[in-house]
C-alpha cells in the first residue's frame, strides 16, 4: 500500500496582514491548511498594527510571510507558479472611501492594477478557485428596505472612486472567468469590526477618541445606518466560499454581512456602555463618497454554504473593547 504522504498545495492569502486578512489567515491555519501571506505593509495606517498582526501568523507552523505589492505582477506571477497554489484568496486592496477622494492614484495601483496582476497570474498557473473582496460600497447611494441589498440589483452609480474601483475589479473578474474559465467569487463585505481592526474605522476611532476624552465626529448628522458584521462571521464566510467554487467559468457575486443594520447613533450608544464612557459628540454634515445605509440581503450565501451570522453588535463590541484594552497594555 503506497504510504507517500499527500501534499496538499498552500493557500495564497493577499492583504494577509491586513484586518480580515490576518483572521482568514488564522483559520486556515487552524484548519490544518499551508499558508503563504502576501502583503506589502504599506503606511495608510500604523504598520505596527500590521506587523503584529503577522507575527501572530508566523508564529504557527504552516504559515509564510511574503513582503510584496501585488501590482509587481512579474514577482506575483512567479510566487503562484512556483508555489504551486490552487486557491487564492485576493483581500489586499486600498480600503477607505475618503482617503479615495485625496489620494486616488493609490486606488489605481492597488486595486486596478493589482486587480488584473492577481488574475493574470492566477490564470497563467492554472489556480483553481480564486476568491476576492469586493466591498458593499458598490451598491452606492439607496435607501433601506425590508429585504436588503440583493447581488442582482443594480451597481452602476458609484458614489465613490473605491467603489468605482472595487464594482471594475468585479467587471474584471467576471471577464476573465468567461475568457479563461477559471472559477472566481466576490465577497461584497459588509462593515467589518473587532479585534485586530482598522484605526481608520469609524467604532475603533471612537474608541481611541473616547478613552481619552477627546470629542467623536458624527458625520451625517448620525443619521447613517450601517450593516455591521463581526469578523468570526466573515470569515465564516470567506471560507464556505471557498470550498464551494463555481463550475468551470463561473463567476459568482455574494454579499457577506450581518443582515441587521444598525443607526450609527446606535452603535454610538452601544460602543459607550462597552467602554464605559459617555461620548461628547460633534455632529457634522455627510462626507463625500459616504453612503447613507447599507443592508445584506445574505440568502444567495446561505443557500450555498449555510452562512449564518452568530455575534451581535454589542458582544461584538465588548470583544473589540476587551482586545484594544489588552492590545495597548
Not at 511574503?66 to 484568496?89: C, P, Q
Not at 488584473?116 to 473582496?133: D, I, P
Request: negative net charge; charged residues 20%.
Amino acid at each position: 500500500m503506497d504510504q507517500t504522504p499527500v501534499i496538499v498545495p498552500p493557500v495564497i492569502v493577499t492583504g494577509a496582514a491586513g484586518f480580515v486578512g490576518c483572521h482568514v489567515a488564522e483559520r486556515l491555519l487552524e484548519r490544518g491548511e499551508t499558508v503563504i501571506g502576501v502583503d506589502v505593509f504599506n503606511a495608510y495606517y500604523d504598520p505596527a498594527l500590521k506587523e503584529a498582526r503577522a507575527a501572530r501568523l508566523e508564529s504557527r507552523r504552516g504559515y509564510k510571510t511574503v513582503r510584496m505589492d501585488i501590482a509587481d505582477h512579474a514577482a506575483f506571477a512567479d510566487l503562484v507558479k512556483t508555489s504551486g497554489a490552487r486557491r487564492v484568496i485576493h483581500l489586499a486592496a486600498q480600503a477607505g472611501v475618503r482617503y479615495s477622494i485625496d489620494n486616488p492614484f493609490a486606488y489605481e495601483r492597488s486595486n486596478l492594477a493589482g486587480h488584473l496582476s492577481v488574475l493574470e497570474a492566477c490564470r497563467h498557473a492554472g489556480v483553481e478557485h480564486l476568491v476576492y473582496a469586493s466591498s458593499s460600497s458598490v451598491y452606492g447611494e439607496r435607501p433601506l428596505n425590508g429585504d436588503g441589498f440583493r447581488e442582482t440589483d443594480p451597481a452602476d452609480h458609484p458614489v465613490s472612486l473605491y467603489a468605482a474601483t472595487k464594482r471594475s475589479c468585479e467587471l474584471l473578474s467576471q471577464s476573465y472567468a468567461k475568457l479563461y474559465g477559471f472559477p472566481q467569487s466576490g465577497l461584497r463585505f459588509f462593515t467589518v469590526y473587532g479585534p485586530w481592526g482598522r484605526p481608520d474605522m469609524a467604532y475603533y476611532g471612537f474608541t481611541e477618541k473616547m478613552l481619552k476624552g477627546q470629542p467623536i465626529e458624527v458625520y451625517g448628522e448620525g443619521r447613517m445606518a450601517r450593516d455591521f458584521t463581526y469578523i468570526d462571521d466573515i470569515v465564516d464566510g470567506v471560507l464556505g466560499v471557498l470550498d464551494h467554487p463555481p463550475a468551470a467559468g463561473g463567476h459568482e457575486l455574494y454579499n457577506i454581512g450581518d443582515n441587521d443594520p444598525v443607526g450609527l447613533m446606535e452603535m454610538i450608544s452601544t460602543l459607550e456602555a462597552a467602554l464605559g464612557v459617555e461620548a461628547t459628540k460633534i455632529f457634522l454634515p455627510m462626507q463625500p463618497g459616504d453612503v447613507p445605509a447599507t443592508f445584506a440581503n445574505i440568502d444567495k450565501l446561505r443557500a450555498l454554504c449555510g452562512y449564518k451570522p452568530k455575534v451581535k453588535l454589542a458582544d461584538g463590541l465588548q470583544r473589540f473593547v476587551a482586545w484594544r484594552r489588552a492590545y495597548a497594555g
